[in-house]
């Protein structure tokens, strides 16, 4: 599409599937080599294999730290750099206050908050490294923007990476290292579409109703797509981007407070 990222090196947190996909297709479209790093290392390897050369998949858990650290190093050894950090791994599940356990709350916590924070640790320290400078992206929701009843441990972890994202984007600015987050709104992901029969069966809807219901919330008169998301962060990423850090930039179709 561009040659914005020709010569960078991106890692992408949940690369193999919905945004994480996307964003990793813009980014090798946009000229940037890719690795993607996800536990569906399946998906992962398919989506590399038609890309071509510029793009990897490693298997990593973003809970793990050392295999966070080591898929960087990893991309390192392949392309020659870490330029872009895409933090964009996360998953949510529909659970009342009362019915959720604390297994479950702690399992949401290590996925969405542990394993940005990880991601963003794991790359500013390549990237101070290296001496150049570079780009975090972290993905957060409109949940971190707006309490959603039935969600209150995904809200918690989504507003927990939009304050990790402005810390982290004053310390970093002297070493040239720029961190925004974003917050889609509703985007047609695997994850959302698995989340959509929950949905219904709590209004007591049809699974189509339910989707009808959280379109009417877009001003803009329709779902995201991931092509949405992935042509912003692509932005976000790039050098006419270079003024822009500490930021949280929703892309919703208009939703507000969102
Ligand atoms: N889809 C939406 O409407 C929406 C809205 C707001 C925010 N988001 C956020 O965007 C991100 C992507 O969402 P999506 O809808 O594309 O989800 P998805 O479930 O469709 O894809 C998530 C990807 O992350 C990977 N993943 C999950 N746990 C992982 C782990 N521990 N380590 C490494 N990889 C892991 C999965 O294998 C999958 O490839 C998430 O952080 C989500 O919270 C999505």
């Known amino acids: 599409m561009s040659e914005r990222h020709r010569g960078k090196t991106a890692v992408v947190t ?12 813009r980014l ?7 690795v ?15 890309l ?6 490693i298997e990593t858990d973003v809970r793990d730290e050392a295999a966070l650290t080591d898929c960087i190093a990893q991309a390192v050894d392949q392309f020659g750099n870490l330029d872009i950090m895409v933090n964009n791994a996360g998953y949510i599940m529909f659970s009342p206050v009362v019915e959720t356990a604390a297994d479950e709350w702690r399992r949401m916590m290590d996925v969405n908050i542990n394993g940005i924070f990880l991601g963003m640790k794991a790359g500013a320290q390549q990237m101070i490294a290296q001496g150049k400078g570079g780009t975090i992206v972290n993905a957060s929701s ?21 304050m990790m994202s402005q810390a982290a984007a004053g310390e970093l600015a002297p070493h040239r290292i720029r961190v925004n987050c974003y917050t889609p709104g509703h ?5 959302m579409s698995g989340l959509l029969d929950k949905i219904a069966g709590a209004h007591g809807t049809t699974r189509d109703e339910a989707y009808q219901a959280l379109e009417d919330e877009v001003p803009w008169g329709r779902w995201g797509k991931v092509e949405d998301v992935a042509a912003a ?9 270079e003024y822009i850090t500490g930021q949280c930039i929703a892309m919703n179709g208009g939703q507000l407070p969102w």
Do not use: Q
């Open 14 to 25: 949940g690369g193999a599937n919905g945004i994480g996909r996307g964003i990793v297709e």
């Open 36 to 50: 993607i790093a996800d536990i569906d290392i399946a998906s992962a390897t398919s989506l590399a294999e038609v």
């Open 28 to 34: 090798h479209a946009d000229g940037a080599n890719v």
């Open 233 to 241: 962060v692509s932005w976000l990423a790039c050098v006419d981007a």
């Open 187 to 191: 985007v047609e992901t695997p994850m």
């Open 52 to 57: 071509g050369a510029s793009v990897a998949a």
């Open 142 to 162: 409109g949940g971190g923007r707006k309490g959603v009843p039935n969600f209150a441990h995904y809200c918690a972890t989504k507003a927990a990476i939009i």
